[in-house]
């Protein structure tokens, strides 16, 4: 049987998800979100972000969220900066320009958008001719694995006051960002920094889900209309509201993540013994190894894993993901034939 690596949503959820969808399955609730566990949930968000202000809505993906959210933050020539990396401008098919506002890419060697690159974007847009940079868009953990730290988050959130902009963070994978070990960000202050943002949970052991975070009040007015043209209101909210539920008791959500990267440091500590390079070096539940095409083909005879990118002709960078769900035996077995297999490739 072949062994995932590839992702974190190849499973389905934690079983005390399923447990609590099974056990109140034949109650009868109101719909849309307007029922208890919503409620519940949205009640249990606040108290850990500690932002008794915020709206919260849960949404079933990240793209719907991204393109929701950014719909209402802009106006029709306004436009949103991304690392070139960025979800948004890599894997949600235009769904921010679907709506109408332009992504500015900018590159990024490590995936996180900096203030010297949004003042060198507003610096070449200085009138009508061309869309007016109004949003910041930033992910954490980033798309290659990188953490901002507090004091980046803050600079950002600082440059986007002084330019009369807006900071939006996706957190997919949220839950791998607040239990790294490089992590120093709590959750109360991506409510104090960000104009909004979403907690993950479909990458953090919900069925799917992600519940977004409006801390800004301009946003809040009209939201509901929003959401509802945007097809992203789901009849049976409820759905949604028992996982965040869930997922915000006893420590669940944070313990998820934990788990997913206590395996991958596991992972990141045989690439580096073995010699090999990687993209970004990254403490969070992704690693990206640059690997012999020859070797890659090896491991993939019994592992699944992701093609990033070409690294010269005989090189490709993988991806490796580890999740909730992935058992300890299976990365103990991953690392012992990676060793194995290594040996074959003394020059790397």
């Known amino acids: 049987m072949m062994i995932s690596l590839k992702n974190d949503y190849s499973e389905g959820c934690h079983p005390r998800i399923l447990d609590a969808m099974v056990r109140t399955n034949m109650e009868q609730t109101d719909g849309y979100g307007s029922d208890p ?20 809505h849960l949404f079933v993906s990240g793209t719907i969220t991204n393109a929701t959210m950014i719909a209402q933050m802009l106006r029709p020539y306004e436009s949103v900066i991304s690392p070139h990396t960025g979800h948004i401008c890599t894997q949600e098919t235009g769904a921010v320009e679907s709506t109408g506002h332009k992504t500015m890419p900018v590159y990024s060697p490590d995936g996180k958008l900096t203030p010297q690159m949004i003042e060198d974007t507003i610096y070449i847009h200085t009138d009508f001719h061309r869309v007016i940079p109004k949003l910041a868009y930033i992910t954490n ?30 957190g997919a994978r949220m839950g791998s960002a607040l239990t790294s070990e490089a992590n120093d960000i709590a959750p109360e202050d991506y409510a104090k920094y960000c104009d909004a943002f979403y907690f993950g949970g479909t990458k953090c052991g919900a069925l799917f889900g992600e519940a977004l975070i409006i801390v800004n009040p301009i946003f809040k007015e009209n939201f509901m209309y929003m959401r509802k043209q945007m097809g992203s209101v789901l009849a049976k909210g409820r759905l949604l509201g028992i996982q965040f539920v869930e997922l915000m008791k006893d420590g669940l959500y944070e313990e998820l993540g934990a788990h997913a990267n206590k395996l991958s440091m596991k992972i ?23 690997l012999p095409n020859a070797m890659v083909e090896e491991l993939g005879k019994k592992y699944k894993m992701t093609f990033w990118d070409r690294h010269g002709d005989d090189h490709s960078v993988m991806r490796l993901v580890t999740c909730w769900a992935t058992r300890e035996e299976n990365v103990d077995q991953f690392i012992a034939d990676f060793r194995e297999i290594a040996k074959n490739y003394p020059n790397k």
């Open 37 to 56: 566990y919503t409620a519940e949930a949205c009640d249990l968000l606040r108290k850990k972000l500690q932002c008794p202000q915020a709206d919260i």
């Open 141 to 170: 953990p980033t798309e290659i694995g990188t953490l901002y730290t507090k004091e980046e988050l803050k600079a950002l959130s600082e440059t986007c006051k002084k330019h009369n902009m807006y900071l939006y963070l996706d």
């Open 268 to 290: 990141k500590h045989v690439i580096e013994e073995c010699g090999f390079s990687v993209l970004q070096e990254s403490f969070t539940n992704q690693q990206f190894p640059i």
